[in-house]
Antibody
Framework: EVQLVESGGGLVQPGGSRRLSCAAS????????MSWVRQAPGKGLEWVAN????????YYVDSVKGRFTISRDNAKNSLYLQMNSLRAEDTAVYYCARGAYNWNYWGQGTLVTVSS | EIVLTQSPATLSLSPGERATLSCRASQSVSSYLSWYQQKPGQAPRLLIYDASNRATGIPARFSGSGSGTDFTLTISSLEPEDFAVYYC??????????FGGGTKVEIK
C-alpha cells in the first residue's frame, strides 16, 4: 500500500524557517518524481515544487523561488521542503504527492502557520 | 502562466441529478488537463487525467471531455458521496502547474 506521511508543520514566526518531511512507503520511491502542493485555509490548491527521481531537476512556483528548496533522499525514501524567509501568505496545509503531476497518491498534509 | 477559470463557483443539485462542471484555460493546454475531488479535511483525489481518462478506481459516472481551452467534468448521476469541491489542473505549459479556483457541488 502506497503511503505518504508528512511531518514538520507547526507555528513559525514571519521570517523564520521550517523543514517539512514526507516519508514514503509501499512503492519504489526512487522511480518517481515527487511534488509539494499547498492549500491555504479555506482556499484552493497551489502547486509549490517538484523534483525529478535523481534530484537533477527541480521546479518551483514563482512565489517561493529563492526561499524554498525541495530535496529528496532516495536511500531514506524521503522528500523534504526547506522553507526559509516565511511569510504570512505561506500559511497552508502542505501535501506531498507522488509524481510530477497527475497526482494519484497524496499524504494527509501538515499545517504550517506563519504568525507572530 | 496559464490561468484556469472554473464555473460555476457553486452548483446546487440533488442526488441522482447530472452535474456539469466547466474549466476554461487562458490558452490551449491541449488535452493535458486533470480533475480532482476534495472533501473537507481530506487530501485531493485524482479523478480524471489527460482530459478524459479515469484514474484507477474512479466510478464510471465520472467522465471528462474537452481539449484546447474548454473542458467539462460530468457526473452522470450524483451519489451522496459526490458532494465535494472539484478542481481542474493543467500540465501543458509548466512550470508553473496551475489549478482552477474550484467548483463546490452542494446538496440542494
Amino acid at each position: 500500500e502506497v503511503q505518504l506521511v508528512e511531518s514538520g508543520g507547526g507555528l513559525v514566526q514571519p521570517g523564520g524557517s521550517r523543514r517539512l518531511s514526507c516519508a514514503a512507503s509501499g512503492f519504489t520511491f526512487s522511480s518517481y518524481w515527487m511534488s509539494w502542493v499547498r492549500q491555504a485555509p479555506g482556499k484552493g490548491l497551489e502547486w509549490v515544487a517538484n523534483i525529478k527521481q535523481d534530484g537533477s531537476q527541480k521546479y518551483y512556483v514563482d512565489s517561493v523561488k529563492g526561499r524554498f528548496t525541495i530535496s529528496r533522499d532516495n536511500a531514506k525514501n524521503s522528500l523534504y521542503l526547506q522553507m526559509n524567509s516565511l511569510r504570512a501568505e505561506d500559511t497552508a496545509v502542505y501535501y506531498c504527492a507522488r509524481g510530477a503531476y497527475n497526482w494519484n497518491y497524496w499524504g494527509q498534509g501538515t499545517l504550517v502557520t506563519v504568525s507572530s | 502562466e496559464i490561468v484556469l477559470t472554473q464555473s460555476p463557483a457553486t452548483l446546487s443539485l440533488s442526488p441522482g441529478e447530472r452535474a456539469t462542471l466547466s474549466c476554461r484555460a487562458s490558452q490551449s493546454v491541449s488535452s493535458y488537463l486533470s480533475w480532482y475531488q476534495q472533501k473537507p479535511g481530506q487530501a485531493p483525489r485524482l479523478l480524471i487525467y489527460d482530459a478524459s481518462n479515469r484514474a484507477t478506481g474512479i466510478p464510471a459516472r465520472f467522465s471528462g471531455s474537452g481539449s484546447g481551452t474548454d473542458f467539462t467534468l460530468t457526473i452522470s448521476s450524483l451519489e451522496p458521496e459526490d458532494f465535494a469541491v472539484y478542481y481542474c489542473q493543467q500540465r501543458n505549459n509548466w512550470p508553473p502547474l496551475t489549478f482552477g479556483g474550484g467548483t463546490k457541488v452542494e446538496i440542494k
